[in-house]
T-cell receptor, first 115, second 115 residues
């Protein structure tokens, strides 16, 4: 069974204080690792997809990296508007039928950035 | 452009009543997902529809839960004889298959409260 564990559960940063969020996963044959951002009262919003170890993606102050066992979401010089819950998910390997495409999510990291 | 639309946005019901939650996916998206998010928890997979294939129902927690997708578009999630533990936000997402990006677009969710 696919498992995704995110740490820390919550992270408080001062504006400008860089840090990283962790996503550890166990899956038989990773087809993709996804990062989403979720604001209160809204659905998750897509950030990045990573497919293979060593891959990196960047968007503004965010940078996602991937190894064979975990992914990191690095936040450089965060601003208060970066405050949100960050969710990590892995895609189930294709097993025929309809199991292709299902995403398994972690519990999320609640990030709070204080001005 | 139009995103994923869910209704109702909020539903309060009494224990034992049946409820229906509706999802209008993005036009042309052939894949549709239902997830459940309990307070402070990550997303729990419920069911996945892909085109005309049999749905992946492996995440439905009990036989009180069912879902259908009519005409490959609108989907309805039905919960019969609701229980207090069914209280959660029910999120719907759709995806354009064949795009290669495998990106889910989520709706804002339907918040269900069972008294």
């Amino acid at each position: 069974e696919d498992q995704v564990t995110q740490s820390p559960e919550a992270l408080r940063l001062q504006e400008g204080e860089s840090s990283s969020l962790n996503c550890s996963y166990t899956v038989s044959g990773l087809r993709g690792l996804f990062w989403y951002r979720q604001d209160p009262g809204k659905g998750p919003e897509f950030l990045f997809t990573l497919y293979s170890a060593g891959e990196e993606k960047e968007k503004e102050r965010l940078k996602a990296t991937l190894t064979k066992k975990e992914s990191f979401l690095h936040i450089t010089a965060p601003k208060p508007e970066d405050s949100a819950t960050y969710l990590c998910a892995v895609q189930a390997p294709y097993a025929g039928g309809t199991s292709y495409g299902k995403l398994t999510f972690g519990q999320g990291t609640i990030l709070t950035v204080h001005p | 452009g139009a995103g994923v639309s869910q209704s109702p946005s909020n539903k309060v019901t009494e224990k034992g009543k049946d409820v229906e939650l509706r999802c209008d996916p993005i036009s042309g998206h052939t894949a549709l997902y239902w997830y459940r998010q309990s307070l402070g928890q990550g997303l729990e997979f419920l069911i996945y529809f892909q085109g005309n294939s049999a749905p992946d129902k492996s995440g439905l927690p009990s036989d009180r839960f069912s879902a259908e997708r009519t005409g490959g578009s609108v989907s309805t999630l039905t919960i019969q004889r609701t229980q207090q533990e069914d209280s959660a936000v029910y999120l719907c997402a759709s995806k354009e298959t064949g795009s290669g990006a495998n990106v889910l677009t989520f709706g804002a969710g339907s918040r269900l409260t069972v008294l």
